[in-house]
């Protein structure tokens, strides 16, 4: 084989060591790389096809594809003739991703992905600021995470995990064809409403969203079905508080899903979360687990003070033990921080920035949990036979 051909090949070996920052498949995967040749000076000229027209991760895929095929014995310069797919190549590519069922939604039952839906009562209570820290907790821990801000009315997720720009405006996903690529955040991949609402919507509404049920379940389905998260481990729902629409949708559309129940240790708050563990029970989710929120202050002397109370998180876990007749565990009792408020207001998740936060160690004690689960094999058939 001739030199040049030989540097080629190595070319598309180191090629294929790039990633797509969207889609986490290497490049040449994605069919993206197109003709690769080295003359016999070791002037490499490599055919990059983007998948879109304006793909926001266009600069950093041409500066990897640069430096993986400088970094190759032999090469002495570096051309890369930058051009989009046809819409052929698009609908290929989608059909290598999803495979042949495009429009099924992937995660009802019988799904590998272990999916939970975080709910509570009332607002207020940190759920958001709670599952956007976990869905990073676990990520760190080497899984694949996905997360999907459902709370509609009250999107707050990308802000949390830092997904908005220096106007407040949340990273927007790219669309190849009718595909969603979701934002990655902390190696968490994020969907939510707030990443459709255009800017100038925004700054006339203030961004508030006034949808009535069928509009929102539409919303969801198409977040379930259209977003392309790929081989999840686990993905997380934040759902919004109380037991309306989107609660009762994501019964119908996941009846598979563990059902984590957040509520802080006010009597009041506990009467109300247990009713959303309620609906989910009625809709034949399994409720996994309590996690109690701002479960107290630790002053300077080392004494906790109990500013909303204590007890609420294991009298919820009780009476939905009750209810179910099997045991729902209090998984954490996370007190109250100036870490995890800040670090929410700011995009850097305590969890990361500050682990050893009493706060952040609760949390991370419940990803270990789950992490621990693995991926949901029960009542699959392996394929395997005694030899």
Request: charged share 20%; aromatic share 4%.
């Amino acid at each position: 084989m001739p030199a040049t051909d030989v540097r080629a090949d190595a070319v598309r070996v180191a090629l294929s060591r790039v990633i797509d920052p969207e889609i986490r498949k290497p490049i040449t995967d994605l069919d993206m790389v197109g003709a690769v040749s080295v003359s016999d000076t070791g002037a490499a000229d490599v055919a990059l096809k983007l998948t879109i027209v304006g793909c926001p991760a266009a600069a950093s895929i041409e500066r990897d594809v640069r430096e993986a095929t400088a970094s190759v014995p032999g090469v002495s310069s570096v051309r890369v003739d930058v051009s989009v797919m046809s819409k052929d190549e698009r609908a290929a590519l989608t059909l290598k991703l999803r495979g042949p069922g495009q429009r099924v939604m992937p995660f009802g039952p019988g799904t590998l992905t272990r999916v939970y839906a975080i709910t509570s009562g009332k607002g207020g209570v940190g759920k958001s600021t709670l599952t956007a820290n976990l869905a990073v907790a676990l990520a760190a821990r080497g899984l694949s995470v996905g997360l999907v801000d459902a709370d509609v009315y009250g999107f707050s997720i990308p802000g949390i995990l830092g997904l908005v720009d220096a106007d407040g405006f949340a990273a927007r996903p790219t669309r190849v064809d009718d595909m969603i690529l979701p934002p990655v955040a902390h190696g968490v991949k994020v969907i939510s409403i707030g990443m459709f609402i255009d800017p100038e919507q925004a700054s006339a509404t203030g961004g508030a969203v006034a949808w009535r049920g069928p509009m929102l379940h539409r919303t969801i389905t198409q977040f379930l079905t259209d977003v392309y998260f790929g081989d999840l481990d686990v993905l997380l729902l934040d759902l919004p508080p109380g037991t309306g629409d989107v609660a009762i949708s994501i019964g119908q559309l996941l009846p598979n899903a563990d059902v984590i129940v957040l509520t802080t240790p006010q009597a009041a708050a506990a009467d109300v979360a247990e009713r959303s563990g309620l609906v989910a029970m009625q809709t034949g989710q399994n409720v996994y687990g309590v996690i109690e929120n701002m479960a107290g202050l630790v002053t300077p002397d080392g004494s906790v003070l109990d500013v909303f109370g204590a007890g609420g998180g294991a009298e919820v876990a009780r009476r939905l033990s009750e209810r179910k007749g099997a045991d729902v565990p209090l998984l954490a009792s996370v007190p109250i921080s100036v870490a995890l408020r800040s670090g929410g207001d700011v995009g850097a998740p305590v969890v990361l920035a500050d682990p050893a936060d009493p706060a952040a160690a609760a949390i991370s004690a419940v990803a270990d949990t789950l992490a621990r689960r693995g991926r949901d094999l029960a009542g699959r058939r392996l394929g395997l036979a005694p030899v």
